[in-house]
């Protein structure tokens, strides 16, 4: 005899959870601002411990911060944060993709190239246009055979998605396009089964990222935007 699987109801603290991420990755709570956990008890309806429970999940993706005695706020979205962010997201891209190159079945690249096809159709909807950057990251990572390394992509994709919202105007929609170049560029090298070009493009593409997002001391986003007009993830 075969058993129905019994579905349980999401958990109090799964739901505090998908709200608080929510509302940190689309920047409703913004970067630095304080979590009372009081206010939050009294706006959802429920106890301070679920709450407490999805703030210490939160705080392991590096969501938020806990700080003994003073309390918890959202992280930060500093220069040090972007360079890590980015330096992590292109070790993982270079992980998966110098396998994808030997792994890719010609369906597989002509998946790929669907995908970017329909980012080139998207181009002015920035939250479309990301959700297909997160698909055509994470299908690389499928497409190797790694199931670690395209979990780890999604959380990177996650705190990048943060950063773009941020700096949507002052630096995501002056770049996204020539970035977007850099993605067929990745594809012309799985294209080319040459791991050590891909890498290269790879490498460029995060740098100049680091470029736009944390462009150095004394110069702001917005100011990198006007002066680097077209590098960009």
């Known amino acids: 005899m075969t058993m129905k699987r019994i579905q349980a109801p999401p958990s109090k603290a799964r739901l505090c959870y998908e709200s608080l991420r929510t509302a940190i990755l689309r920047g409703d709570l913004r970067p630095g601002s304080r979590i009372v956990i009081d206010e939050l008890t009294r706006q959802m309806g429920v106890s301070r411990i679920p709450i407490r429970e999805a703030l ?10 806990l700080e003994p005695h003073v309390g918890v706020r959202v992280a930060d979205i ?3 944060s972007v360079h890590e962010m980015f330096q992590l997201k292109e070790a993982l891209e270079v992980i998966s993709g110098r396998s994808a190159c030997e792994r890719m079945s010609e369906e597989d690249l002509a998946r790929a190239e669907e995908i970017l096809r329909i980012m080139d159709e998207v181009i002015d909807d920035p939250d479309r ?7 055509f990251h994470k299908f690389i990572c499928d497409c190797a055979h790694m199931p670690l390394v395209g979990a780890s992509m999604l959380r990177v994709l996650d705190h990048w998605e943060r950063l773009r919202r941020y700096y949507q105007d002052e630096v995501f929609m002056q770049r996204h396009r020539v970035a977007h170049q850099e993605h067929w560029e990745i594809l012309k090298a799985l294209r080319m089964r040459d791991p050590d070009y891909l890498e290269r493009v790879t490498h460029e593409h995060n740098r100049k990222s680091i470029l736009a997002y944390a462009p150095g ?8 935007g006007t002066a680097m007009h077209g590098d960009s993830e």
Do not use: I, T, Y
Request: avoid cysteine; charge should be negative.
């Open 78 to 80: 500093d220069a040090d």
């Open 56 to 65: 210490q999940r939160l705080q392991g993706e590096g969501l938020v911060e």
């Open 129 to 135: 246009w990301s959700e297909e950057n997160v698909r």
């Open 217 to 224: 001391p004394g110069v702001s986003p917005r100011n990198a």
